[in-house]
Each structure stands twice: as C-alpha cells, then as structure tokens.
C-alpha cells in the first residue's frame, strides 16, 4: 500500500502518542480526521489539524504533482491566512511573484488600480503573490509529509463508509492499486475540489456554469504594467493575465457557452483567439500571445458558481471547491479556502471540540462556521460574480454598468473595490456601496450623454440600468443569506 510516512523527529506531541497514533493509522487505517484530497484545502486543513494533536488520514489519489491552469492567484488576505496557518515557507522556492494590485484595460485605455495600504504595515500597500499551481500544491503536500500526525495515502476514495443505523459517516471506502481499503475517522473531511464525486450526495445545489477560461503561457511577455494583474475588456467576455514566474504569464480567455465565434462551424476555439483575441490585446502582448498559440493547444476550466450550503450529515464536512464556488475572475477561491481553514481550525480547536466524534457539538460549530466566513467569502463571491456580470457585458444596461465602473475606477474610487478585490475588507455592506454607487453613476452617465429631446426616453433608460443592477446582483445576496 503507497503510505508515505515521514521519519524526522519532532518532540510535540509525545513520542509515545505520535508513535501510537501513527501505529493506528498505518496498521488498522483509523485516526481522528480522515481528509480526502491533498489539494489547497486538504493539505492545509491536514497540516493544521495535525499541530493541534489530531491524527489525520489525509487521502489523495494522484500525488504527481498537478498541472492546471487555475488556482494561481493569491490575494493579499490569502497571504493574511497562509501566514496565519504558519504555512508562508510554501511560497519559498517555487519562483512566486509579487503581485501588487490590477492594471484594467478598457478598449485600449488603461487604468490603475493598486491595493490599499495594509492594515498590519501602515505606509506599505497590500501584496499578493502568484505562481505555478503545481509548484504550490507540492510545497503544502511536502509541509504535510513533515507532520509527524499525518500519514498520507495515494490511493482513489470512492465511497462513504456509514453506519447503518444513524446513517453517520464513519469513514471512507477506497481502491488503492485496484484492491478495495477502507479508512475511517470522528470525522471525514471531503475537500476534492471542483468536479467532486460526493457533491450531490450532501449538497442539495448544483454548479451554475455559463463560461469556460482557457489558457495559455506566455514566455517572456512584455505585460503593459508588470507585477500586475491585467483585465482586458472590450466587445467580448473578459481576458485576464498575471505572472506566475520570472518569465511566464497565464492568460485566460474567458468563452461563454455557444459563442458564435469560438463554434465548430467558425474554426473552433483556437480560430477565435487567433481571429478575435489577438487583435483585442494590448500589441506589447500580441507577439507573446501568437508564440504560445502556435506552440500550443489552450487549455480550459469550467467558470462555476455554487452557494455555500451548511453541512449537515453527521460525521462529514465538505470545504473548498466541493461545497463553494464563485468565478475565478477576481482570484478569491484560495483566499476563501485558507481564510475558512483559519476559522475552522478555531472553532474545532481541542478546546472547543474536545471529540471530533461528538456529532451535535460539530454540527453546532459547523453552523458557526457558515455564518462566520460570510464576513470574507459572501464579499468575495458576491464580487466575483457580480464583476463578471458586468466584464462580460452582452445587453446595452451591462455596457452602460460595465462603462460606470470603468468610469468610478478613473476617478480614482480604487481603494474601497480594491480592498474587497484583496480580500482585506470584510464587510459586504462596502461591497453593496460600491456596487450602487457605480450604478448611480452608470446612470449619471447615460443621462448627460443623451440629447435633451430625449429626456423621457433617457429617463426609462436610466431605470433599466438600475433595475439590471438589482438584478445583477441581489440573487448572489440573497444566496449568501440561505441557511
């Protein structure tokens, strides 16, 4: 059976316990916490829980380390979060870059929007860091392998093991080298991201998705403004780049589903980027762009939206991507990912929790958790949805909102939506503001812009873009307030 133990030392907890426990999980394949899937959420929730003396089975099934073309951003309030969880060291040796906020590029007119100063450091603003997705993933599973509590596993979770009578989830069932194993815990923990194989069995909703990222990187792009994000914006969906080293640069291209231009019948989705794309670039990233088109096929993602939804079968937890999504635009699913194993490594704390197997009392602290990661993660989902609405403008109201926020960033109205964008402001409430205050002057704008013979006309105008904001955005909000 591929274990992967780790033989260093350490002195906390004591030898004898960290000897017996790591005995139980290797020999009878039971610990405290088993964990399925060593992504971002996994490792980190693996790691955490093992310096709080729990013993973790933490379960993956590939351990190569990951290719994908997401999950390579991480705002200034992730970095908050990864230095909370004493996990900063995983950024050391991966080549990551300092990000220090966004250049938004407008139909070929640029704007600025760097992130505010740090609360923590007063005159020095915030920082991000992005990187190799793959690169990072193996740095959190090597920070696992060091913790004497974690025994780690490559082995394919395919089932829930529960007990009959309660129906509580007891542990998992799983194939390792095609023979059946079986691993149990108080408690199991599903964080196996985007496409997971238990979602619908305890999440009543389902991912929302209209659009897919694809991918490129670009070598030694000339970026109009580097160390920064870039979104560029025009006549079709949203185009985002950032380095994620030295010389390389992720774009994504964002593809709403049945797009004339990207169908089979106009030369498929390489056609569209070559015939559409490119010309839309700013020309310091065309030459750049042209050489990863010809050298390779772009990769995609699927731009999902699910609500959060209150864990609610006894014995299991699902975090991550598996139980929230929002769309990669804004680059907060890691942020929300670290930020929420922060709070749970607080409210699950042997303090707290003495028994992970006490099922009322986790359930009672699970609630808790819903409610309390809503101060970051409803800001962060509320935002990247809403910004796509308006990014991907495909109606005369969305361009008049999508022309307004252009218009709020130029008055130099940056740091409130830059904060929200980090992750470091946390009240939805300076989410709601903001986002009004850009369809007030979405308004504004069509009503100077328009001849005065056409005053009444102007005016239901006016009020359809108010109403598309409404609609725009209180479904999201309405979401965040479901139990």
Known sequence: MPLILDDSPTPSPPPFLSDAAAIRRTDHHSADVVVVGAGILGSAIAVTLARQSRSVLLIEKSLKEPDRIVGELLQPGGLEALDKLGLRDCLEGIDAVVEKGYQVIYYGKPVQIPYPENAVSPGKRAEGRSFHHGRFIRKLREAALREPNITMVESTVTDVVRNGHTGEVLGVQALTRGEKDYYFGDLTIVADGYASKFRKQFIQHTPVVRSRFWGLELRDCDLPSPLHGHVVLGDGAPILLYQIGTRETRILIDIPDGLPSASTANGGVKAHLQNVVLPSLPRSIQPSFQAALDEEYPRSMPNSWLPPSVNRTPGLIMLGDAMNMRHPLTGGGMTVA????????????????????????????????HWRRKNLSSVINILAQALYSLFAADDPQLKALQLGCFRYFEMGRIDGPAGLLAGIIRRPFVLFYHFFAVALLAMWIEFVSAPIWQFPLTILRCISVFWKACLVIVPYIWSELQV
């Open 338 to 369: 670290f930020n929420d194993v922060v709070l749970f490594s607080e409210l699950m704390s042997p303090e707290q929790v003495p028994n992970l197997g006490d099922v009322k009392l986790v359930r009672k602290q699970m609630k808790a958790l």
